[in-house]
């Protein structure tokens, strides 16, 4: 086959569609099944983050990474990148004649990742698959009803996204009950500290964004708030014990009170609590805002612990919801309170200053907040305790409130549907419709699917190209 120049981008389109190969295998010869391609990833890192995959008999999550050349594993260095350690598989295009050992590249600790040669595997020609993704561009998004659904009702679109909404409401409740209920089989309870600690791992969570959402929930998973309180640790000292965790203060060589005051205080509370750690790799600044770089979120982050460690934050918020009817404003107004270090006032992250910045979150983010961790979170906490009137206050926030946040994703649902999203349970809504219907070709499960296309064409494959 003549060697043409292509482009990862492009492997990617070909290793996303089955259809394109016929049976891979492995340059050592196993079976090859994906299970789930993954997500797509545009930043730094392997290109297909969290994919399930069956190499030979055995069922492997992590990482798929896309290469034109067998070559190109080495020549960038991923052996050496923490970002590249959860590699599963490497789908290359191109195999030159090189030795298998070449063929299948390490990851640290010398790891053999499996590897497929895609152009050994081909059901057509390369040119009849490139004429085939030309006539079928990328459409980010791009409903499958998109032309047909202005022939619904409003109230009919309506009454499906209240029901999606509460499904999402609730599913997110799930999550919190889930994890209560680890912790409880484990500590006992549930307690006090059991529910702040789930109220901070979420709250971590949401502050990490896309980007940084699983590294954050990992570190605060690594925090115990009972042995926090136990130890009585100043604010500066869950400065030293976050920063450590996450991996940013191993080999730190700047010159700075602040940070050779952290390694200090690290290196004791290293050797009496023994946290687990993470590895400064893990976290991604790639294409993110520096008021969004995790070691600023951090800072918030431990601002935040000690708030709900001192100043009772939990109940202050619960008591927002029970008792007021500026439930929003005097939220944003407890979000605001903590403080962080001063030496994060003119820096974003160490050894680099910077001119003096807001440290606050904004209100965009203690929206999303709120949304996505408060709601959830006390719906569940009035389900267990059978308050019914923080039950039905959080079900009226969530009804009633201004969706004022719009992403990517909600403003093209909007406009593809032909839907106003007005409150923060339509916003919920469209995007429990776009996450588990759209994007997954559900068509058939979703009620305007079901409508629009009854028993014919709703049975063919409807495909969204995401790439």
């Not at 050994?120 to 490139?130: A, D, N, P, V």
Request: net charge positive; charged share 30%; with cysteine.
């Amino acid at each position: 086959m003549k060697k043409l120049n292509l482009n990862e981008n492009f492997i990617a389109r070909i290793w996303g569609e089955k259809a394109f190969y016929d049976s891979p295998l492995t340059t050592d010869g196993q079976k090859i099944e994906v299970l789930d391609f993954g997500r797509l990833n545009k930043d730094s890192g392997a290109d297909f983050k969290n994919a399930k995959i069956k190499v030979g008999e055995t069922v492997y999550r992590g990482d798929v990474e896309i290469h034109r050349s067998v070559k190109d594993w080495n020549l960038h260095g991923h052996k050496k990148n923490g970002k590249y350690n959860r590699v599963i598989l490497q789908v290359v295009f191109w195999g030159e004649d090189f030795p298998t050992a070449e063929i299948m590249p390490s990851a640290s600790k010398s790891r053999k990742i499996p590897t497929v040669i895609l152009s050994r595997f081909l059901s057509k020609s390369i040119h009849e698959i490139w004429k085939d993704i030309i006539n079928n561009p990328s459409s980010n998004i791009r409903l499958p009803c998109k032309n047909e659904n202005d022939s619904l009702s409003g109230e009919f679109i309506q009454n499906w996204i209240d029901n999606l909404a509460l499904k999402r409401l609730n599913y997110r409740a799930g999550r919190i009950k889930d994890r209560i209920e680890e912790l409880v089989s484990i500590h006992g309870g549930p307690s006090k500290p059991i529910w702040e600690q789930v109220f901070f791992e979420y709250v971590c969570e949401a502050l990490g964004f896309s980007k940084n959402k699983e590294q954050f929930l990992k570190l605060s998973r690594n925090i115990d708030i009972q042995t926090i309180r136990k130890n009585k640790f100043s604010p500066f000292q869950i400065d030293a014990l976050l920063y450590g965790s996450a991996g940013f203060l191993t080999n730190l060589k700047f010159k700075h009170k602040y940070i050779e005051e952290l390694k200090i205080e690290w290196s004791q509370i290293r050797e009496s609590i023994k946290p687990r750690l993470m590895n400064s790799e893990e976290w991604n600044f790639f294409r993110l805002r520096p008021m969004n770089f995790p070691t600023i979120r951090i800072a918030y982050a431990s601002a935040f612990l000690c708030s709900i460690i001192n100043n009772d934050m939990l109940k202050r918020i619960f008591l927002c919801f029970e008792n007021s009817d500026k439930t929003f404003r005097e939220v944003k107004a407890i979000f605001e309170e903590p403080k962080i270090s001063e030496y994060w006032e003119n820096h974003y992250t160490f050894g680099k200053e910077t001119v003096k910045h807001p440290t606050r979150i904004g209100e965009t983010r203690i929206s999303d907040i709120i949304t996505n961790v408060l709601l959830p979170f006390i719906l569940y906490y009035s389900k267990f305790y059978e308050k019914n009137n923080l039950h039905d206050k959080v079900i009226k926030y969530f009804s009633v409130t201004k969706e004022s946040n719009k992403n990517e994703v909600t403003r093209v649902m909007e406009e593809q549907l032909k839907f106003k999203i007005r409150s923060v349970s339509d916003g919920q809504g469209v995007i429990h419709l776009h996450n588990f219907f759209c994007i997954r070709q559900k068509c058939r499960d979703c009620a305007i699917g079901r409508e629009l296309y009854q028993k014919d064409a709703v049975s063919d494959v409807l495909r969204i190209i995401l790439y």
